[in-house]
């Protein structure tokens, strides 16, 4: 318990899915949390569920100006950020035939500019840090193989995934102590994966008792997140980490 007691953390696009568990675990092992999302009612709702410990902030992970209020936020009210989750994002449906240029930029917007100011900006933030801090970029299969109705969104999350390994070498090099993994999940059951497949029964995917499930819940996810944020994974920097039950190298 308490994997990181008094670590200050701040993740994106908390409000609903994987950045709610995200938030709830952290908070539940003892971190300080900030949650950031364009959705306020929900962000505030989550922040009351929690209590002392967290604080929400409107946050359009796309805008400088939004960024900077984020981060003095963080600032006035814990003191410094220790940990960051880049895991906000969009994920239209499109293949390369069928997504426009103005598709394409509105998902790089929010998905690769958003990420790389979130890198930008928590590094400026942590690299003052005595004890450093960790970088958490949430990627996906996307980015590692072939997913054909997804060309945008597979093109943002290869963008950010070697981003990451450009922000930790950067970070070692300059003796900053700031970890940055990426996190590649395949399938995984939220509201904005429900809207794709309205029509999918969830008692159909076997989540957590098929063997061959993809589909997996948001706390599988976070508890990665949590490991990439405790000092447990202090040699761990620059890792493609997969939560895929192994669907990329089975190709089934």
Not at 7 to 18: M, P
Not at 46 to 71: C, N, P, Q, T, Y
Not at 74 to 81: E, S, V
Not at 200 to 214: S, V, W
Request: aromatic share 4%; with cysteine.
């Amino acid at each position: 318990m308490h994997q990181v007691r008094d670590k200050v953390a701040l993740v994106t696009g908390a409000a609903s899915g994987v950045g709610r568990a995200d938030a709830l675990m952290l908070a539940a092992e003892g971190a300080r949390v900030v949650i950031s999302d364009v959705n306020q009612e929900a962000g505030q709702a989550l922040a009351r569920e929690i209590g002392d410990a967290a604080m929400f902030v409107r946050h359009d992970i796309a805008s400088e100006e939004d960024w900077r209020k984020a981060m003095a936020a963080t600032q006035d009210r814990f003191g410094r950020l220790d940990v960051l989750v880049n895991n906000a994002a969009i994920c239209p449906l499109g293949s390369i035939e069928e997504t426009s240029l103005d598709s394409w930029r509105q998902v790089m917007r929010v998905n690769a500019d958003g990420y790389f100011l979130g890198c930008r900006f928590g590094v400026q933030a942590m690299k003052g840090n005595p004890a450093g801090g960790s970088i958490v970029v949430m990627s996906s299969v996307a980015a590692l193989g072939g997913l054909p109705m997804m060309c945008a969104y597979s093109g943002a999350k290869g963008a950010v995934t070697a981003l990451t390994r450009s922000v930790a070498v950067h970070c070692k090099q300059n003796g900053y102590r700031i970890r940055c993994n990426s996190i590649h999940p395949d399938g995984v059951w939220t509201p904005m994966t429900q809207a794709l497949v309205p029509d999918l029964d969830p008692a159909t995917l076997g989540i957590g008792t098929d063997p061959m499930a993809r589909m997996c819940l948001p706390e599988d996810v976070a508890n990665l997140v949590l490991f990439l944020a405790s000092d447990a994974s202090r040699f761990i920097n620059g890792a493609e980490l997969r939560i895929d039950n192994a669907q990329l190298i089975s190709g089934l």
